[in-house]
């Protein structure tokens, strides 16, 4: 069974800066691409950037220039470093692993973390 966590959520205040780590841990050989999603109260979840084992990046137009992702193939992980923090970036933070394989022949699975909260006090 793959499990990620994540880790680095808190309160900050307008301006300021945060940093989101994801571990995935388990049987695992591969994953295609790790993501970060986040929800507001009251919204639906949405994708906030993405990064491919070849490291290719994504984002949200509202977090361009100000967050960027970077994992590490061999560790399993993914961070998520927010910068000039935003009131509307508050939520739920998730990490999310598409296209995982727990061994070589294995079928592609997909796992979400249990989240981490961002609070931006204004």
């Known amino acids: 069974q793959v499990q990620l966590v994540e880790s680095g959520g808190g309160l900050v205040q307008a301006g300021g800066s945060l940093r989101l780590s994801c571990a995935a841990s388990g049987t695992i050989f591969s994953i295609n691409a790790m993501f970060w999603y986040r929800q507001a109260p009251g919204k639906q979840r949405e994708l906030v950037a993405g990064i491919t084992s070849a490291g290719n990046t994504s984002y949200r137009d509202s977090v361009k220039g100000r967050f960027t992702i970077s994992r590490d193939n061999a560790k399993n992980t993914v961070e998520l470093q927010m910068n000039s923090l935003k009131p509307e970036d508050t939520g739920v933070y998730y990490c999310?692993?598409?296209?995982?394989?727990?061994?070589?022949?294995?079928?592609?699975?997909?796992?979400w973390g249990q989240g981490t909260q961002v609070t931006v006090s204004s």
């Open positions: 999310y692993a598409g296209g995982v394989k727990v061994y070589v022949g294995s079928s592609y699975g997909a796992y």
